[in-house]
């Protein structure tokens, strides 16, 4: 299919180099727009650092973690005697996954999937053949489902693109399923079903309202391009390098989703 913008209008835009050079010149690395950076990374490796720099000023509770940390509860349960145990995760970025994908294969499939599927991911159970149980010490009975102890104002999602594929003689390379996540854009991300029933009761709506969209297109984990859809209160904007161009939600559905910025509404 070829991408069509529904408006060419030429418009005003700020250059994110200045925001690239000063950052490179802070934090170090080659952000001079020529070398490929990964997304998930630079967004990680910036809300981290935001955090440290106020965490240095003597802050105990930052603004960044208020605003995008979240929880994953992981329960454990021992098939053997039944024992229960539960571990926390915190995170600034939600790392969702495929459904439905074999552990260990990474065989990039066409199709689509729904983002709901991919948090349904959450409530699966996933087996631990090497964990010991706590309790009776046996070996391979441990199974886990997480649910989301706390959802932040904003969510920040990863749509876990890059399977690690062991190929032969161990070499360890990174493939990308290309299957398109289908996710709610004008309609709200109800996440209620993905929350523990603890963090539901307190967290009151859990209805969230997309506001960013980052796409990669490329196979490879270190070359591609990215395009990035953000909402303003004058709609969608696509934004393609040096070209910001106003769009449709439905072009922005159309984007086959590698970061999605929900907020709640
Ligand atoms: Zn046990």
Redesign the pocket.
Same mark, same amino acid.
């Given at each position: 299919m070829v991408y069509e913008p529904e408006d060419r209008d030429a418009v005003q835009h700020v250059s994110p180099m200045h925001f690239t050079q000063a950052y490179a010149a802070i934090y170090g690395g080659d952000y001079d727009g020529e070398a490929s950076q990964d997304a998930h990374e630079t967004l990680n490796q910036t809300l981290n650092r935001l955090k440290d720099e106020e965490r240095a000023l003597g802050n105990t509770s930052t603004m960044v973690e208020s605003v995008f940390q979240g929880i994953v509860f992981n329960h454990f349960t *021992?098939k053997? *005697?039944g024992?229960k145990s539960n571990m926390t995760d915190d995170f600034m970025e939600l790392g969702v996954t495929m459904p439905g994908l074999p552990s260990g294969s990474a065989k990039s499939r066409g199709g689509h999937v729904t983002l709901a599927q991919c948090f349904d991911t959450f409530r699966e159970q996933e087996e631990f053949p090497d964990r010991k *149980?706590r309790? *009776?010490s046996?070996i391979g009975?441990v199974s886990k489902v997480s649910s989301l102890g706390h959802v932040p104002s904003h969510l920040a999602v990863q749509i876990r693109r890059w399977q690690q594929v062991v190929g032969r003689r161990g070499r360890v390379t990174f493939q990308k399923i290309d299957t398109k996540v289908n996710f709610p854009v004008q309609e709200v991300f109800d996440l209620s079903p993905w929350v523990s029933d603890a963090a539901a009761a307190s967290a009151g709506d859990l209805n969230y309202e997309l506001y960013g969209v980052v796409e990669h297109h490329g196979s490879g984990l270190n070359d591609g391009h990215y395009i990035a859809y953000v909402k303003r209160d004058d709609g969608w904007w696509e934004m393609d390098d040096e070209s910001t161009t106003r769009v449709k939600p439905g072009s922005v559905g159309r984007a086959n989703p590698y970061l999605l910025f929900y907020r709640k509404g």
């Open positions: *021992c053997r *005697c024992h *149980c309790d *009776c046996a009975g």
